[in-house]
């Protein structure tokens, strides 16, 4: 049962426009969300996060929205540039006891084309 | 000064062969995990240790033991390699149990059983 899912496997942006990825999810009890950026042979690296009790947070190019009443979100890349094409994987976490643990989407692959 | 850092970085064994995967954060965070990515390249969680507590067992085979000999540590033993075990193995690690705080992951352990 995946509790957070991205659908568009991969995305293509010309370099210089937005690009937006999008990611769904099913469990009301995640309290934050992240995305994650990875490039081949190398392990994910943490990009922004939000509180579900937010609806938006930025940083730099790099935004991410939180629809909670959908149970979706989205990241924001304004302008897109080649160096950031990469697989995004958007996170979720929730607080059991005291273990704290990421749930993962299946990731999108980002082509920034120049 | 590699924030977390695995060996191998690639392994290939054959079948009923007993391997183990190092890892080594240092960060001071108190929390480490193994996340699996399969062939679908979903992540998922395997274990997490606090402080050298196991805190997160997830439907892994007995063949998988993780061993914390310190919090700076989380190896991984697998015994009676199956060809189903190929994947790309990653360690991560974070600070506290704010939900906010990403994962440091490691760079991955390419597994191949033949």
């Known amino acids: 049962d995946q509790q957070v899912k991205q659908n568009s496997p991969s995305l293509s942006v010309q370099e210089g426009r937005i690009s937006i990825l999008n990611c769904d999810y099913t469990?009301?009890?995640?309290?934050?969300f992240l995305w994650y950026k990875k490039y081949p042979a190398e392990g994910p690296t943490f990009l922004i996060s939000?509180?579900?009790?937010?609806d938006k947070n930025e940083d730099g190019r790099f935004t991410v929205f939180l629809n909670k009443s959908a149970k979706h979100l989205s990241l924001h890349i304004v302008p897109s540039q080649p160096g950031d094409s990469a697989v995004y994987f958007c996170a979720a976490t929730t607080l059991s006891g005291s273990a704290r643990q990421l749930t993962f989407g299946s990731g999108t692959q980002l082509t920034v084309l120049p | 000064d590699t924030a977390v850092s695995q060996t191998p970085k690639y392994l290939v064994t054959q079948m009923g062969n007993d391997k183990s995967i190092k890892c080594e954060q240092n960060l001071g965070h108190d929390t480490m995990y193994w996340y699996k990515q399969d062939s679908k390249k979903f992540l998922k969680i395997m274990f997490s240790?606090?402080?050298?507590?196991?805190?997160i067992n997830e439907t892994v085979p007995n063949r998988f033991s993780p061993k914390s000999p310190d919090k700076a540590h989380l190896n991984l033993h697998i015994n009676s390699l199956e060809l189903g075990d190929s994947a790309v193995y990653f360690c991560?690690?974070?600070?506290?149990?704010?939900?906010?705080?990403?994962?440091?992951f490691g760079s991955g352990t390419r597994l191949t059983v033949v």
């Open positions: 991560a690690s974070r600070r506290g149990l704010a939900g906010s705080y990403g994962y440091t």
């Open positions: 240790y606090n402080n050298k507590e196991l805190i």
């Open positions: 469990n009301s009890m995640f309290d934050y």
């Open positions: 939000i509180s579900s009790i937010k």
